[in-house]
């Protein structure tokens, strides 16, 4: 049976503001991308997610981002790559400490945003973040874009890297993300998201925005917590990928031989 993991950015709110339904999307998904505080989250959002993770058996993955708490780090920031290595140490730091706290650990590491994004290509950045990892724990996964240079620099570095796609996000022909400022970059139609993530999970490949096939393979599927309708999407996603035979289970799971969630 084929297996897939899903992921969701979650946590992603600072004080009295909310923008995901952390504990609904955590009965759906298998690993949870929590915000690091840099973009959004704050102690007392990350200590609560962690502990609801834990309790439910989903893996916890620190989301890092440009300290960008302002433009929830959609903001290209030219940041000197010891500084940036610093910034992302201590946000896997910080969130480990809360992750221990409720009984489990950081299992992998996943660029937010911008970051994402600009570490597709930048270079500089991308050796930036990798050091940071390794510092860390280089037993750690990444998360990236098949092809960046962010998941080739994790690889020659030791790291692990892990293939994702994006459940609503629109794709270019060269396999990058649509941007965001680019009409069509999102998908709202929950039918052409669960029937994207089925081909995704089943045949390894995602339609681009001009038509043409993009090759993909993904051992995760991220689901956007801050959609309108991410919960109800979910879990027909979810459904679909069962229906299809093809197992919900986390990356970091599936590599040690464990059961799926």
């Given at each position: 049976m084929t297996g897939v993991d899903l992921n969701a950015d979650l946590g992603e709110g600072f004080g009295i503001w909310?923008?995901?339904?952390?504990?609904a999307l955590l009965e759906i998904v298998s690993s949870a991308n929590v915000a690091c505080g840099f973009h959004a989250g704050d102690p007392s959002v990350l200590r609560r997610v962690t502990a609801s993770a834990a309790?439910?058996?989903?893996?916890?993955?620190?989301?890092?981002?440009?300290?960008?708490?302002?433009?929830?780090?959609?903001?290209f920031m030219d940041v000197p790559p010891d500084e940036l290595a610093n910034d992302v140490l201590y946000q896997i730091?910080?969130?480990?400490?809360?992750?221990?706290?409720?009984?489990?650990?950081?299992?992998?590491v996943k660029p937010h945003g911008a970051l994402y994004n600009a570490i597709v290509h930048h270079a500089e950045q991308a050796a930036a973040v990798v050091e940071a990892v390794r510092m860390f724990d280089p037993s750690l996964p990444v998360l990236g874009l098949p092809g960046s240079?962010?998941?080739?620099q994790a690889e020659k570095a030791g790291l692990r890297p892990v293939?994702?796609?994006?459940?609503?996000?629109a794709y270019t022909?060269?396999?990058?993300?649509?941007?965001?400022?680019?009409?069509g970059a999102v998908i709202h139609d929950a039918d052409e998201v669960v029937r994207r993530c089925v081909r995704m999970a089943t045949e390894g490949v995602i339609t681009a925005i001009d038509g043409s096939e993009v090759k993909v393979e993904?051992?995760?599927?991220?689901?956007?917590?801050?959609?309108?309708g991410a919960v109800e999407i979910g879990r027909q996603v979810r459904a679909a990928l069962l229906n299809a035979g093809v197992e919900v289970r986390s990356f970091t799971s599936a590599a040690a031989g464990a059961s799926p969630r």
């Amino acid at each position: 049976m084929t297996g897939v993991d899903l992921n969701a950015d979650l946590g992603e709110g600072f004080g009295i503001w909310h923008l995901t339904e952390d504990d609904a999307l955590l009965e759906i998904v298998s690993s949870a991308n929590v915000a690091c505080g840099f973009h959004a989250g704050d102690p007392s959002v990350l200590r609560r997610v962690t502990a609801s993770a834990a309790a439910r058996g989903v893996t916890v993955g620190a989301q890092v981002a440009y300290r960008d708490l302002a433009g929830f780090g959609r903001r290209f920031m030219d940041v000197p790559p010891d500084e940036l290595a610093n910034d992302v140490l201590y946000q896997i730091g910080a969130l480990d400490a809360f992750a221990k706290a409720a009984g489990t650990r950081v299992a992998y590491v996943k660029p937010h945003g911008a970051l994402y994004n600009a570490i597709v290509h930048h270079a500089e950045q991308a050796a930036a973040v990798v050091e940071a990892v390794r510092m860390f724990d280089p037993s750690l996964p990444v998360l990236g874009l098949p092809g960046s240079e962010w998941l080739r620099q994790a690889e020659k570095a030791g790291l692990r890297p892990v293939r994702e796609a994006f459940a609503d996000r629109a794709y270019t022909p060269s396999g990058t993300l649509v941007s965001r400022r680019e009409p069509g970059a999102v998908i709202h139609d929950a039918d052409e998201v669960v029937r994207r993530c089925v081909r995704m999970a089943t045949e390894g490949v995602i339609t681009a925005i001009d038509g043409s096939e993009v090759k993909v393979e993904p051992e995760s599927i991220c689901l956007h917590g801050d959609t309108p309708g991410a919960v109800e999407i979910g879990r027909q996603v979810r459904a679909a990928l069962l229906n299809a035979g093809v197992e919900v289970r986390s990356f970091t799971s599936a590599a040690a031989g464990a059961s799926p969630r």
